[in-house]
């Protein structure tokens, strides 16, 4: 079944195309705390901007919220070097990493919404509704 999955699905990881030109063009550089596995090209023949390419390869569910900032940073070449060759120092203000609660039962519910009864505040007079003459 995980098979049939990586053939047909993107959302479960890597396609079998996406494993295949990975494996074949880039060179693996780590993995963070959520089994994401990240990876470079051996060389930039196939850059868009003459720079390596980069990937990751998602553990379960492909969501870009699952990638934790110091890996996001050196996805988007804002740091040279990865993680696991020069750790991304973090600040004492800065808060853990948290995904994407969108659509979970975790997700924020402002006061008025239909999933929390649909009652808010009524209107602060400032408005008045327009009615023909």
Avoid: C
């Avoid at 492909?62 to 996001?72: E, G, I, L, N, R």
């Avoid at 740091?79 to 659509?103: C, Q, R």
């Amino acid at each position: 079944m995980n098979f049939l999955k990586s053939i047909f699905t993107w959302w479960n990881g890597a396609t079998i195309g996406a494993r295949f030109h990975i494996g074949r063009r880039g060179v693996y550089v780590g993995q963070d705390a959520n089994g994401n596995r990240y990876f470079e090209a051996k060389d930039n023949s196939d850059s868009y901007d003459g720079r390596k390419r980069r990937w990751v390869i998602y553990e379960g569910y492909a969501d870009a919220s699952k990638v934790t900032p110091d890996w996001h940073g050196w996805l988007h070449y804002t740091f040279a070097e990865p993680p696991t060759v020069e750790p991304f120092l973090i600040k004492a203000w800065e808060k853990d990493h948290l995904p994407n609660m969108t659509g979970t039962i975790h997700a924020y519910r402002p006061a008025g919404a239909l999933s929390r009864g649909g009652e808010r505040q009524k209107a602060t007079g400032d408005y008045e509704a327009w009615t023909p003459k």
